[in-house]
């Protein structure tokens, strides 16, 4: 992606389609980690292979069984902030289930930073807030375990969170400890007052300490992409933060979108890029804004590749004040210029864009018009492929 001011964008993403709600949300893979197609194949053409290169596609991957798929759920933060309580927790863990996100998917419910007191207590343990836990995290999460649901909690690579709680470092085993047993599934680890100690000696002491529990917990690294975690971090956990924090705008959102696309390669199973958590919802972008913003996180883990039954997703996003038509070319997306595509809509509103078969019959390209700040979704189905 470029840094013009307003311009068109193509994007197509292999892996099956899947998104989040209010926390980040990417998709599973199907078959082979590094499919390939030979010219003609399911329509392909002969360039399709360098259009999409997955080479650095799950190498770097902890294998520690946790992250086959992106989390999926829901963070407190960008919408509570500090106001948070075990009430608060609790009905969100009922509405994942009463709205069906949980069937969907949407299984991790994240408590973030200001859950604990604000020391240790005599013999240096985390306290959980007596007034917003009375109840204690070990209880909230018998709660929401009862409900299927997963439990995460917040904690920091520094001395203090950011919102100057005690912090983990230091504190990695007794921690690790603690959270296992209060039955945690999750560990955002942020990097507030980490003492300038670089982000590679002091996120592996806290993964060693999680795996020495016993306990599989999510570990997502909340470094803000400042050593390139893309590059180190998948032998370390199970996601990391490619990006600063994300606010509630539109430029804000496609600032980190673009910045996130440079790591693109380095996601896949076990381990994936974290552009920091959906906004949608909170108030600050349109409508069609949001769709975009939903449209584009789903797609982020990888630019490129094919779905499962040899079929692509393909986003058209109108970063420009005014609508517009946007083509995808066959020769752009790697098919062979003749080949019949059959293309679905994925996206269902009000608005117009429907949940339906556009057309079985599209040869050579395909255009949609798009409105301001929109994003389109489509799958594209070479014809030649099995669908089964």
């Known amino acids: 992606m470029g840094k013009r001011s307003c311009f068109f964008s193509l994007y197509f993403v292999g892996i099956s389609l899947s998104v989040w709600v209010i926390q980040v949300a990417f998709a599973g893979r199907e078959g082979p980690l590094l499919q390939r197609y030979e010219k003609g194949s399911f329509g392909y053409s002969e360039s399709f292979n360098s259009i999409f290169d997955t080479s650095k596609y799950g ?55 200001c859950w604990s007191s604000a020391t240790r207590d005599a013999k240096g343990q985390l306290v959980p807030d007596p007034e917003a836990f009375p109840s204690g995290i070990k209880a909230l999460a018998d709660y929401v375990h009862g409900k299927s649901l997963k439990l995460g909690i917040y904690s920091d ?9 005690p912090g983990s470092l230091y504190h990695e085993k007794d921690d690790a400890e603690l959270f296992a047993s209060w039955g945690v599934d999750y560990l955002k680890y942020d990097n507030c007052y980490n003492l300038g100690i670089q982000p ?40 990391w933060r490619t990006t600063d924090d994300i606010n509630d705008s539109w430029a804000s959102m496609t600032t980190l979108a673009d910045l996130n696309d440079k790591w693109a390669a380095y996601a896949g199973p076990g381990g994936w890029n974290d552009p920091d958590m959906l906004e949608v919802g909170n108030g600050g972008m349109t409508h069609q804004e949001y769709r975009a913003h939903f449209s584009i996180w789903a797609l982020m883990k990888v630019w490129a590749g094919p779905l499962s039954r ?6 058209l996003w109108n970063r ?69």
């Not at 690579?157 to 709680?165: D, E, L, N, S």
């Not at 002091?202 to 529990?213: G, Q």
């Not at 517009?324 to 009000?350: H, M, Y």
Request: with cysteine; proline share 3%.
């Open 59 to 113: 190498i770097f991957q902890l294998n520690n069984g946790l992250g086959r798929t992106p989390q999926m759920g829901w963070n407190s933060w960008n919408f509570f902030a500090c106001n948070i309580n075990e009430t608060v927790i609790k009905e969100t863990a009922d509405a994942l289930i009463s709205t069906g996100l949980a069937d969907l998917g949407y299984v991790f419910l994240n408590i973030d930073d």
């Open 157 to 165: 690579a520094g001395i203090f969170t950011c919102q100057v709680r």
């Open 200 to 239: 590679k000696e002091r996120y592996p002491p806290m993964r060693d300490a999680i795996n020495a529990t016993g306990r599989t917990i999510f570990y997502s690294l909340c470094e803000w992409g400042v050593d390139d975690p893309a590059l180190w971090a998948g032998k370390v956990g199970n996601s």
């Open 310 to 315: 040899n079929r692509l997703v393909v986003a």
């Open 320 to 388: 420009c004040s005014k609508a517009a038509t946007i083509t995808a070319r066959w020769d752009v997306l790697g098919l062979e210029s003749g080949t019949i595509v059959s293309v679905r809509d994925l996206w269902q509103d009000p608005s117009g864009l429907q949940h339906k078969d556009v057309t079985g019959e599209a040869v050579a390209s395909f255009g949609a018009r798009v409105d301001s700040h929109d994003c389109a979704m489509y799958t594209f189905t070479p014809q030649t492929a099995s669908t089964l």
